[in-house]
């Protein structure tokens, strides 16, 4: 049962607009979000984090939106660039977790046209 | 600094070969892990280790066994390859024991492609 979802395989966006990705979890006890990226051939890299105590996180282009209510996260980036071109991962953790595991949603593919 | 080293890049193995995937870390990390990504399915964990001669299953461990003799290496072993095991599979660490730190994401190796035919 995956308890990450991220519903939109792909996404396009023209170069300098905003792209919003969007990732769902189903367990209320998820406390720690993450979004990671990756370019192919690659291991995935850590782009921003975000805790439930908080509802937005930003570093430079890029910002994270955390409903807990909905349980809905999601990733701006704010102008987009042709460079942002890769998958990009939603993951959550839980702090009463004692398995130490983070899961992770099946990835959303964005192109970012110049 | 490497970070997170995995050998070899690709592999292929028949069916009921075994192999071991090598991943070695310079960050002194304590948590390490192994994951699989398949087409559609996400990242999935396989197993982890909170430090040196501890390790723990993930959500798909079948198939696979860990070990952790050091700080910087956590090797994956194939034990009887099946085709089902094809993917692409990655290493990844982080410093701290609790991996939900806020400060302590995950940092991944670069995978190895695994086919088994």
């Known amino acids: 049962d995956q308890q990450v979802k991220q519903n939109s395989p792909s996404l396009s966006v023209q170069e300098g607009r905003i792209s919003i990705l969007n990732c769902d979890y189903t367990?209320?006890?998820?406390?720690?979000f993450l979004w990671y990226k990756k370019y192919p051939a690659e291991g995935p890299t850590f782009l921003i984090s975000?805790?439930?105590?908080?509802d937005k996180n930003e570093d430079g282009r890029f910002t994270v939106f955390l409903n807990k209510s909905a349980k809905h996260l999601s990733l701006h980036i704010v102008p987009s660039q042709p460079g942002d071109s890769a998958v990009y991962f939603c993951?959550?953790?839980?702090?009463?977790?004692?398995?130490?595991?983070?899961?992770f949603g099946t990835g959303t593919s964005l192109t970012v046209i110049p | 600094n490497a970070g997170v080293t995995q050998t070899p890049k690709f592999q292929v193995l028949k069916t009921g070969q075994s192999m071991t995937l090598q991943c070695a870390q310079d960050?002194?990390?304590?948590?390490m892990s192994w994951y699989r990504q398949d087409p559609g399915m996400g990242l999935r964990l396989i197993h982890y280790?909170?430090?040196?001669?501890?390790?723990d299953q993930g959500e798909v461990p079948n198939g696979y066994n860990v070990s952790r003799s050091t700080t910087e290496d956590f090797p994956l072993r194939l034990l009887s390859a099946a085709p089902s095991q094809t993917s692409v599979y990655f290493c990844?660490?982080?410093?701290?024991?609790?991996?939900?730190?806020?400060?302590?994401?995950?940092?991944f190796g670069n995978g190895t492609r695994l086919t088994v035919t």
């Open positions: 990844a660490s982080s410093y701290s024991m609790a991996v939900r730190s806020y400060n302590s994401p995950l940092h």
């Open positions: 280790s909170v430090g040196a001669g501890i390790t």
């Open positions: 975000i805790s439930s105590i908080k």
């Open positions: 367990n209320s006890m998820f406390d720690y």
């Open positions: 960050m002194n990390h304590e948590y």
């Open positions: 993951a959550a953790s839980s702090s009463t977790n004692t398995g130490n595991q983070f899961y």
